[in-house]
């Protein structure tokens, strides 16, 4: 579904991607854990041609993203940004219909989907369809942002830190509400995050990243069991410690 190919990147000369390659498969999850500026964030936008690489390929479908138009692009692929991403000046409502309006969709249609959204993850359309993001709380908020992204039904999400600024509790009643969703049951999903326990429930590959390049990638059991260098056991282990 998604190929990444030795992905390069620097901004004013210091190196932030290096060599980064993947590959996830329809229906895949993979997660990119790392500590903060280890290029996860550049990583993922460059899958949706947010950010161009200064080398490598990425083939969506078998296909060069490059032949696409970017934004015919990123209609595939539903994108949650790090710290929500919403526009402060348009309502809930507004906001998860952004893309169905490129989209053409009619009104209708529209609100059906987002009423309908709005529901399936624990919120309403009289209750909040027409609040401003200011007025939601940061679970509220994250909600909002991921039925965004789901809004015109992508085949792709590319998520980032989509539960970073939630507290533990929060986090982790979230975690499980994305993870009983039928319609994120169904997505190829790349996910950023720097919680191992994120990583641990939602992937089925982990790819950890460090100074820009990935520096294991594997199933959660595999790099558990036989984590590649002291580096990888210890952002395991000390995170799992942590909890
Ligand atoms: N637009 C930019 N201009 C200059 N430098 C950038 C830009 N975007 C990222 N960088 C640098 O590239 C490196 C990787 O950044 P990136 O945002 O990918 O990290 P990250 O792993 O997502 O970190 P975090 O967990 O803090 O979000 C960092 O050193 C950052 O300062
Ligand atoms: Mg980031």
């Given at each position: 579904m998604i190929e990444a190919s030795q992905l390069n990147k620097s901004f004013d000369g210091r190196v932030?991607?290096?060599d980064v390659s993947f590959r996830v498969p329809e229906g895949g999850r993979l997660m990119l854990l790392g500590?903060?500026?280890?290029g996860k964030t550049t990583t993922l936008r460059m899958l949706n041609r947010l950010i161009d690489p200064d080398g490598g390929t990425v083939l969506f479908r078998g296909q060069d993203?490059?032949?696409?138009r970017p934004e015919i692009l990123r209609r595939q692929m539903g994108y949650v940004m790090q710290q929500y991403?919403?526009?402060?000046?348009?309502?809930v409502a507004e906001n998860i219909a952004i893309v169905p309006r490129l989209l053409h969709w009619d009104k209708p249609r529209i609100r059906r989907r987002t009423e309908d959204l709005l529901r399936q993850l624990g919120l309403s359309w009289d209750a909040?369809?027409?609040?401003?993001?200011?007025?939601?709380?940061g679970g509220q908020q994250q909600r909002v942002g991921l039925a965004r992204a789901l809004a015109a039904d992508p085949p792709v999400l590319l998520m980032d830190e989509p539960f970073g600024a939630l507290d533990p509790v929060t986090r982790t009643r979230i975690r499980q509400e994305f993870l009983e969703l039928d319609e994120f049951k169904s997505k190829t999903v790349v996910m950023v995050t720097h919680d191992i326990r994120d990583a641990l429930e939602l992937g089925d590959h982990i790819g950890i990243m460090d100074k820009g390049r990935i520096i294991q990638m594997g199933t959660p059991d595999e790099l558990q069991q036989n984590p590649a260098n002291d580096f990888v056991a210890a952002f395991l282990h000390g995170q799992t410690d942590a909890s």
């Open positions: 932030a991607v290096q500590t903060s500026g280890s993203t490059r032949t696409f991403g919403l526009f402060p000046h348009y309502t909040h369809a027409h609040q401003y993001p200011n007025q939601l709380s």
